[in-house]
């Protein structure tokens, strides 16, 4: 019985690795604070109350930031640890196997475990206070989307210690995610994180969809609307559209691996070919996803801080609408190298180069929005400006790798390695970080330390050009990606090393943010004004930070800077105190069965991936039960009573 028990630990939980044990030790130690904590404090229903059973937008949207946080912590673990591997020839700090599982769960972390919760944490927190609204349109189903991405990124990270790594790259190419050449659960691991994850993103871009298009604020049309939502929007039009490839590409995959078919195997009639045209088609759009909210931050605070109404606002407009459809027409530039031919690499040629035209109109107008503009530079225009640099050069090495006959050169290099960072941590990460800043306020009540801030954002920036445009020359000098070691030979030595020290000085970046949000706790620097940077747009005309129902009655809206023109409105015509006539106010209720819903799903998930039919029919039963259960519970939502709106009202804007 013993021998059995062992033998089912050996195989069950990952060993032999002492970075995993390390790892095993902090994460037990971790909960344990966590459970001691709470229980100590007396803080468990506080937690179920207040977090686990939400379902307003702000508390979601935090919900979704902090999640992004871990896991930016995670994945740029992931990444010193590679980085330390090739810091010089011949290191053996990873073996192969173990670099193969870092390299896949890095890229696979950043991109839908942490851009993506931090993208729709930003939604959350600022659509509905921007178009004049209470809540989204699916308060629940707003819920149920977090803890869905949730229940996804634990089932994916608990690979970490059980079963072991999915290792077969960040977009899981085949035959490498076929069971002949990756047998163990890793790849399973893969697939239901990123599927129970992925469901929760879909009906976040639908639900987004439907609350700017049906609940703007009376006079709010369409073209009067912050850039933010239209970048929002332009977001979700691409995620409903794009995501169901990725659901159904997985889904195939697991039907080989699961059922032995034979969709990408080329022994049984399939094409490998097939997965990467499909993976590629929800992959590009993928990236534009998760950049053109950054593009719409970058207009709220280029336009705040320059003190000017932004420039091309239309264009603005178009620009976006378009690089969300043209992001689906570009995707075979990803294998411009594996034979697809002249005409059909021409078409995509051209099509890459022809998205780089919006993306350039969207600069121009930043830089004339700043012309003349009274510009001051607080946190959050500081990182507009570093995006602006750093970007234009990430589009500029983009438009060299978009020539097919240049791309066979620098395809398989660093050289693509560092044009892809280039525009996820300078326009993507950048970009969150700017709105974080820009908002935090609004959300917490306080100002974030400039000072402290200001270091973070010096490291970053440093730290970045320090270890990627080393890379731009190590693929020029022959360096390709993927390796995990090299000889002295190469002479790739001195770049790579510059290269690591880069990556250590964007690791103390974000030591210096995390003590920027500790120091700025404990030193309060509270917003009475409720409008600190004195903004243009909705949200700075509520108090900071803004009440559950936000808006205790609902503005009307005339212009495309509403609190900018209301502000110069009052400067001419000081508004005369008259009472203003308060209603009950209809909101949601909160509700455990999202939370709950999570649980089924991840316990769907663990089964499937180590094929326990008990498990698969107990965790999709308790799906189909909380689903049955929500059908007949009509006990959903409530009013606010006229004297706790302005008790409420009268505490907050004290």
């Known amino acids: 019985m013993w021998e059995k028990i062992k033998a089912f630990a050996s195989e069950f939980f990952v060993t032999g690795d002492p ?126 989307s977090f803890w869905l991405f949730f229940a996804g990124a634990m089932l994916f990270n608990l690979s970490f210690v059980i079963g072991g790594f999915p290792d077969a790259g960040w977009l899981a190419y085949p035959p490498y995610s076929e069971k002949m050449f990756n047998p163990g659960v890793g790849q399973d691991f893969y697939i239901w994180g990123i599927q129970i994850s992925g469901i929760g993103s879909l009906m976040t871009g639908i639900n987004f969809i439907v609350t700017i298009l049906k609940m703007r604020a009376p006079g709010m049309k369409l073209m009067k609307m912050p850039m933010f939502p239209w970048s929002v929007l332009s977001s979700c039009i691409a995620i409903i559209f794009s995501f169901p490839i990725l659901t159904a590409t997985l889904a195939l995959l697991f039907l080989d691996r699961y059922l032995g078919a034979h969709f990408f195997t080329l022994d049984g009639g399939g094409n490998p070919m097939m997965y990467i045209n499909l993976i590629w088609m929800w992959g590009h759009p993928e990236v534009y996803i998760i950049i053109l909210p950054a593009f719409g931050i970058f207009s709220e605070i280029v336009a705040t801080f320059s003190k000017k109404k932004l420039f091309g606002y239309k264009s603005m407009v178009y620009a976006m609408m378009i690089i969300s459809i043209l992001s689906f027409l570009v995707w075979a530039h990803h294998f411009f190298t594996m034979g697809s031919g002249a005409g059909v690499n021409t078409v995509f040629a051209l099509t890459t180069m022809l998205i780089a035209i919006p993306t350039g109109v969207k600069v121009f107008n930043w830089l004339f929005t700043m012309f003349r503009g009274k510009i001051t530079f607080e946190t959050p225009m500081l990182w507009t400006m570093g995006f602006i640099v750093c970007f234009i ?30 525009t996820i941590i300078g326009g993507v990460v950048f970009g969150y970080f700017a709105g974080l800043y820009y908002w935090w306020p609004k959300l917490f009540g306080f100002k974030l330390n400039e000072r402290i801030g200001k270091w973070a954002f010096w490291f970053w920036n440093i730290g970045f050009y320090v270890c990627f445009m080393p890379q731009y020359v190590l693929g020029l000098m022959g360096m390709t990606r993927r390796v995990v070691t090299y000889g002295w030979d190469k002479g790739w030595f001195e770049m790579n090393l510059v290269s690591t020290i880069g990556a250590v000085l964007m690791g103390i970046a974000f030591v210096f943010q995390v003590w920027q949000i500790i120091y700025s706790y404990k030193h309060l620097q509270k917003d009475t004004t409720g409008d600190p940077w004195n903004g243009r747009t909705l949200e700075w005309s509520l108090p900071s930070p803004a009440p559950y129902y936000n808006f205790a009655t609902l503005p009307q809206v005339s212009s495309q800077d509403e609190w900018w023109e209301e502000k110069e409105r009052r400067k001419k015509t000081p508004v005369a105190s008259l009472p203003v006539q308060l209603e ?22 663990f089964g499937f991936v180590f094929d326990w039919l008990w498990l698969i029919i107990g965790g999709l039963a308790g799906v189909a039960l909380c689903m049955l259960i929500h059908s007949f519970n009509y006990d959903t939502d409530y009013y606010i009573p006229v004297e706790e709106i302005k008790r409420t009202e009268a505490a907050t804007r004290r």
Do not use: C
């Open 19 to 144: 970075l995993i044990y390390g790892a095993d030790v902090s994460i037990a130690l971790t909960i344990i604070a966590i459970v001691f904590t709470l229980t100590y404090f007396k803080k468990w229903k506080w937690l179920w109350r207040e977090w686990l059973t939400t379902v307003d937008h702000k508390k979601i949207g935090i919900l979704y930031i902090l999640s992004a946080f871990i896991m930016l912590f995670r994945g740029g673990v992931d990444a010193l640890l590679m980085r330390a591997q090739l810091t010089a020839p011949e290191l053996s700090l990873l073996s192969p196997d173990h670099y193969n599982q870092i390299f896949t769960t890095h890229g696979v972390i950043m991109i839908l475990f942490m851009a993506m919760p931090f993208m729709f944490g930003l939604f959350n927190v600022m659509v509905p206070l921007q178009i004049g609204a209470r809540d989204v349109a699916y308060p629940f189903l707003n819920a149920l």
């Open 393 to 422: 050069i990430g589009g500029m090495t983009g438009v060299l790798l978009s020539v097919a006959p240049a791309d066979f050169q620098f395809h398989n290099s660093y050289f693509l390695v560092a044009h892809f960072h280039n």
């Open 584 to 605: 009950p106010i209809h909101m949601p209720k909160n509700s455990g069965l999202p939370f709950v819903m999570s649980m089924f799903w991840f316990a769907a998930g």
